[in-house]
């Protein structure tokens, strides 16, 4: 994304609908059952909402929230390979990333056999993973706002 992408992002509207991207993206998969080959329709809109989401929104009128800290320290984050960033963040990103991917790893074994509680618990592990990065995010651009 773009600084301008990143600024719309830092909107809490931004950071909290998100969080329906993982939930419309598995309803759109889990609709081929009643949908057959209609369900790449879902799908596309679920692809589409992903992609616009981080530019749905306005800048926020103030950073000083959560959300907003959340997706500056992400920039931060990303940015590590030119502005290295404290250890004990890294590590606790690479911890909660491999949960994240533990909770895909179920989650697409729950869509591909139609399991109910896999996929529910797929989604549960991915997206509180997620919701505990952006937590971590928000510790790293207090720790580095002063810095860089």
């Known amino acids: 994304m773009d600084d301008a992408s ?6 809490p509207l931004s950071v909290w609908s998100r969080m ?11 609709s081929r059952i ?8 879902p799908l596309a809109l679920a692809i589409a909402w992903t992609w616009y989401n981080p530019r ?16 500056m320290g992400e920039r931060i984050f990303l ?11 890294l590590k606790a990103a690479h911890i909660l990333t491999a949960i994240s991917i ?9 869509l591909i056999v139609l399991n109910p509680w896999a996929t529910v618990c797929g989604v549960a592990v991915t997206i509180l993973s997620k919701v505990w ?7 790293l651009y207090a720790d580095m706002k002063t810095r860089t």
């Open 6 to 11: 990143w600024a719309r992002h830092a909107n």
């Open 20 to 30: 329906s991207c993982l939930p419309l993206l598995v309803l759109a998969i889990w």
């Open 34 to 41: 009643w949908l057959g080959w209609w369900f790449l329709l």
């Open 56 to 71: 749905a929104f306005g800048p926020p009128d103030s950073t000083d929230n959560w959300a907003s800290k959340g997706v």
């Open 79 to 89: 940015n590590r390979a030119t502005n290295p960033v404290p250890a004990h963040h």
């Open 102 to 110: 533990i909770g895909v790893v179920i989650l697409i074994y729950g």
């Open 133 to 139: 990065f952006v937590d971590r995010m928000v510790w």
